[in-house]
T-cell receptor, first 113, second 113 residues
Framework: NAGVTQTPKFRVLKTGQSMTLLCAQD?????MYWYRQDPGMGLRLIHY???????AKGEVPDGYNVSRLKKQNFLLGLESAAPSQTSVYFC????????????FGQGTRLTVV | QQQVKQSPQSLIVQKGGISIINCAYE??????FPWYQQFPGKGPALLIA?????SEKKEGRFTISFNKSAKQFSLHIMDSQPGDSATYFC????????????FGAGTTVTVRA
């Protein structure tokens, strides 16, 4: 019963490098979200998806891209990493029927040097 | 600018005491108000949630008080325990806006034994 799994858990990138963060959920949820967490700022929404094949921009989308080719997976890409993207990234999968609840992964701590 | 304002930023309480965290919002379309608890190195986890048709919800030692007219809601932790030491986030969302959660900045609660 994995819930929401994020890979990798830690990563150090050099400025200008690219990478992809993977989020996988096994709860058959339609809605998935990517957030970044920075000290004193709570969690801010980067991009989200309301179903397979759909994506939409959140509050802070610049510098990121996403894809939802399969219902269970939501990928977050950084094409050219910048130090300002140093953060902890959380993926969430959302149950909207019955008791509404967001289920979060364990997070990916990314440092861009 | 954050749609949900949370205070205080941090608080220290003695074991057995009461912790109170306050949140305020502006968007009257919000129809779901959850509180999340986060331990270091972990993702946020749903603690308790309320909808605007009720003024209070209690689950064990945790109570949400909701004031629709003032657009404010608060979390009360009764009989605080050292295991309650964590960061707490209030949030709000609307089903008419893809259930996107807007988070407060977070409150770090430390319970002294």
């Amino acid at each position: 019963n994995a819930g929401v799994t994020q890979t990798p858990k830690f990563r150090v990138l050099k400025t200008g490098q690219s990478m992809t963060l993977l989020c996988a959920q096994d709860m058959n949820h339609e809605y998935m979200y990517w957030y970044r967490q920075d000290p004193g700022m709570g969690l801010r929404l980067i991009h989200y998806s309301v179903g397979e094949g759909t994506t939409a921009k959140g509050e802070v989308p610049d510098g990121y891209n996403v894809s939802r080719l399969k219902k269970q997976n939501f990928l977050l890409g950084l094409e050219s990493a910048a130090p300002s993207q140093t953060s902890v990234y959380f993926c969430a999968s959302y149950r909207v029927r019955g008791n509404t609840e967001a289920f979060f992964g364990q997070g990916t701590r990314l440092t861009v040097v | 600018q954050q749609q949900v304002k949370q205070s205080p930023q941090s608080l220290i309480v003695q074991k057995g005491g009461i912790s109170i965290i306050n949140c305020a919002y502006e968007n009257t379309a919000f129809d779901y108000f959850p509180w999340y608890q986060q331990f270091p190195g972990k993702g946020p986890a749903l603690l308790i949630a309320i909808r605007p048709d009720v003024s209070e919800k209690k689950e064990g030692r945790f109570t949400i008080s909701f004031n629709k007219s003032a657009k404010q809601f608060s979390l009360h932790i009764m009989d605080s325990q050292p295991g309650d030491s964590a960061t707490y986030f209030c949030a709000a969302s609307s089903r008419s806006n893809d259930y996107k959660l807007s988070f407060g900045a977070g409150t770090t609660v430390t319970v002294r034994a």
